[in-house]
């Protein structure tokens, strides 16, 4: 049946493993990932993304932990806000503050792995899936036009690019995400040496446990580095094969 073909070819190109990149491919779209981060001008723009997973963490955290969810909000200066109803204290209060500033580096550890794997067209359907579950929970205008663009974008090179901007798309973002998510903890901490950020996610863990903002910080900046490590390492696959590492 014509259906069920159909059906069966999308779910084996889902499901198919792509050819792994060149060495080089994976050196090229590490050094542009970290050039964006590093560069004020590209980092302004490509830290929606970041924002994105960052509001995404909290979301799930308070779905899993069994908050109910009132809605996510992204702000044109990359900053966000998701709303969630529930006890106040908690270890579901606690874990939904904890998810925001670790999800974007968790998201591209996963990546990693996935990419370690060569299933790009599966990785690209993933992200494009999550961007239209999170775009039902937005709640502002540049939210929506936020989830819109960027989803329309990955899946854009999912459907319609060649293999090898495929690979390259997924690489860097990947990257990009891994090195993106060590960024806000630095600027976190910045921002909060000088007084101008009480109400963040680690003041916020402090009031509601018995270690300070500056203990919460640490974590946040150590699951991110191990992410990053974990994570280059995944992605660092086609170089250490071909240098007979792996």
């Known amino acids: 049946m014509p259906l069920i073909d159909g059906f069966t070819t999308l779910w084996d190109k889902l499901l198919g493993v792509q050819p792994a990149p060149p060495p080089l491919l994976v050196l090229i779209t590490a050094a542009v990932a970290l050039a964006v981060v590093?560069?004020?001008?590209?980092?302004r723009i490509a830290r929606n993304a970041v924002t994105i997973a960052h509001e995404g963490g909290h979301a799930l955290a308070a779905l899993l932990t069994g908050r109910k969810l009132r809605g996510i909000r992204l702000h044109s200066d990359t900053s966000g806000l998701t709303l969630s109803a529930g006890r106040p204290t908690g270890l579901g209060m606690i874990l939904t503050l904890?998810?925001?500033y670790v999800a974007p580096s968790l998201i591209g550890l996963a990546g990693g792995w996935l990419l370690a794997g060569n299933r790009i067209t599966l990785l690209l359907w993933v992200a494009v899936a999550l961007l239209l579950a999170m775009l039902l929970l937005i709640r502002n205008v540049f939210g929506v036009l936020s989830l819109l663009v960027t989803g329309g974008l990955v899946l854009a090179v999912s459907w319609y690019a060649s293999p090898d901007v495929q690979a390259a798309f997924a690489w860097t973002s990947v990257w990009f995400l891994l090195f993106g998510g060590v960024r806000p903890v630095v600027e976190l901490q910045r921002v909060r040496s000088r007084g101008r950020m009480p109400e963040s996610d680690?003041?916020?863990l402090a009031r509601l446990t018995p270690f300070p903002p500056l203990f919460w910080v640490s974590v946040f900046m150590l699951v991110n580095l191990a992410a990053l490590a974990l994570g280059a390492l995944l992605l660092a696959g086609p170089i250490l094969t071909?240098?007979?590492?792996l």
């Open 202 to 204: 680690a003041d916020q």
């Open 38 to 43: 590093a560069t004020r001008v590209p980092w």
């Open 98 to 100: 904890l998810a925001g």
């Open 242 to 245: 071909n240098a007979g590492l």
